[in-house]
């Protein structure tokens, strides 16, 4: 197992001491860095500026929205940043929900799946640079095909010789087709709010796509890299305190009422009662009795929490034995215990 370190989303401007936590982060041996996007800074800035200064930490996006760019501007990007990093990107994207694309992107939501598949096969096109692109797709057509356009587009074949021909490409998805999705088509999935007590639930969602026909990767080439919140401190009330308000977030105001994906995965974790509690109080602007709503338990059952000696025990114990093969830890903690998680992951 490896360990990665999320910079994660800005709130009002960038966080704070992201250097000095990615230095501390090679020094302690860390596999990867992975920045996000949600509606207001980017995924792909951030990771190139910050990445610029680190040496050998694979640089990933955890996640990319699709809706946010082309298919071809998001390979555009990525196989930029691997040139100027010497081959270390990893892509991650994914679908969002329809609050997002819909409401920011100006861009219609269904058929993620389908939209998904579409845009993977398009930045392979480009970064194989075999032939000029051509797709003819549902949601996707190089060259335009609208009966609106000039009908003067041709195919085009990059400019850029890539370093790699065949960039990584990882799924960010919580249900279980999208989950089966990333295992048939990508080389990796990035789950949020990953539970072990949901390993079972999710390793057979993965074996479903290993088993479709042409399916890229098998369970032994496959990396699952799960975003887990970590809290350190020697008070485990107050260190899961700080992991609290996302969950409230994510479970109670991240999407309508009707369609929040996060929502629903706490919910198939058994937390329906909690759940409901949490959307109500947070969609009535009572976040902060949205927050006291959730249980430690809760925030256990999908974060690190405490003092070094549990968070190592916890990861040892819990999380090393489930289907993931990269934990990316986002939050707070000192550079000896991640070290020290380095040097357990390396065991497993």
């Known amino acids: 197992m490896k360990i990665g370190i999320s910079v994660g989303y800005w709130g009002a401007g960038p966080p704070e001491n992201v250097e000095r936590r990615l230095a501390e982060a090679e020094e302690a041996g860390v596999d990867s860095m992975w920045t996000a996007e949600a509606y207001g800074s980017d995924a792909i800035s951030p990771l190139a500026w910050w990445g610029a200064a680190t040496k050998r930490l694979k640089l990933g996006t955890a996640v990319t929205q699709i809706s946010a760019r082309t298919p071809t501007a998001m ?4 196989q930029t940043v691997d040139h100027l990093s010497g ?3 990893l892509v991650g994207i994914g ?5 997002v694309v819909e409401g920011w992107y100006g861009a ?3 058929r993620p799946l389908e939209r998904t598949r579409e845009y993977v096969e398009i930045m392979r096109q480009v970064w194989a640079r075999e032939v000029p692109v051509e797709f003819s797709g549902r949601h996707y057509q190089l060259p335009y095909a609208g009966t609106d356009g000039t009908g003067l587009g041709k195919p085009l074949r990059s400019t850029v010789h890539p370093i790699r021909t065949d960039i990584p490409v990882y799924l960010g998805a919580e249900g279980p087709k999208n989950v089966a999705l990333a295992a ?3 080389d990796g999935w990035l789950p949020l709010w990953f539970s072990p007590k949901s390993d079972a639930f999710y390793r057979s969602a993965l074996a479903e796509g290993f088993a479709v026909p042409g399916a890229r990767r098998t369970a032994e080439t496959f990396d699952v890299a799960g975003v887990v919140f970590m809290a350190e401190d020697e008070d485990v009330e107050l260190a899961a305190s700080r992991i609290k308000p996302i969950i409230g977030l994510y479970a109670g105001g991240m999407g309508a009422k009707s369609a929040n994906f996060h929502n629903e995965l706490f919910v198939r974790m058994g937390w329906g009662d909690v759940c409901q509690e949490v ?3 947070y969609l009535a602007g009572r976040k902060q009795e949205a927050i006291d709503a959730i249980p430690l338990e809760m925030v256990e059952d999908v974060a690190l929490v405490g003092p070094a000696d549990k968070l ?3 990861f040892k114990n819990r999380w090393a034995p489930t289907c993931l093969t ?3 830890v986002s939050g707070s903690q000192k550079q000896t215990t991640l070290a020290r998680l380095v040097d357990e992951a390396s065991r497993c």
């Open 75 to 78: 390979a555009m990007a990525a």
């Open 87 to 89: 081959g270390r990107m």
């Open 95 to 99: 679908a969002s929900g329809p609050q």
């Open 108 to 110: 219609p939501y269904p």
């Open 184 to 186: 048939e088509i990508a």
């Open 279 to 281: 959307q109500e109080l």
């Open 312 to 314: 190592v025990d916890d």
């Open 326 to 328: 990269t934990l990316i």
